[in-house]
């Protein structure tokens, strides 16, 4: 029943409105119920009240995928790796990230300053 459980994620976030794992599990049953666009709100205001915590960037990138938009998606994914550590992989879907939004691109020019730390940090 998707309107009583909205309903309790709603009188949650009344009660709580800064635990991220509250929306990240209404993030989780918006992509179920298909609603991706708000399901990615969901995971950034997760993202923002947890920075560190891998897991909204993860579920953030897979979401954007669905929506088509490339970039972000990979954008994303390799927030998440870089979060957990998993350099090379975080390295891959960064360079991804650049090659969908175009090399020259105001965003891919942020990613690549993100890259250089994270290869820095490797290295």
Do not use: C, H
């Not at 709580?16 to 990615?40: C, F, H, Q």
Request: hydrophobic share 35%; glycine share 8%.
């Amino acid at each position: 029943n998707f309107k009583a459980a909205r309903d309790a994620f709603d009188r949650s976030l009344a009660l709580e409105p800064n635990e991220p794992l509250t929306y990240l599990y209404l993030g989780e049953m918006l992509e179920k119920s298909d609603d991706l666009r708000s399901a990615a709100g969901a995971y950034l205001n997760a993202q923002r009240l947890a920075p560190l915590w891998y897991r909204p960037p993860y579920r953030l990138g897979l979401v954007y995928g669905k929506l088509d938009r490339r970039g972000d998606g990979y954008y994303y994914l390799g927030q998440s790796y870089s979060l957990q550590d998993e350099d090379e992989r975080a390295i891959a879907d960064y360079e991804r990230a650049i090659k969908a939004f175009g090399e020259n691109s105001p965003r891919a020019q942020s990613i690549k300053e993100e890259l250089k730390i994270l290869k820095s940090r490797k290295g």
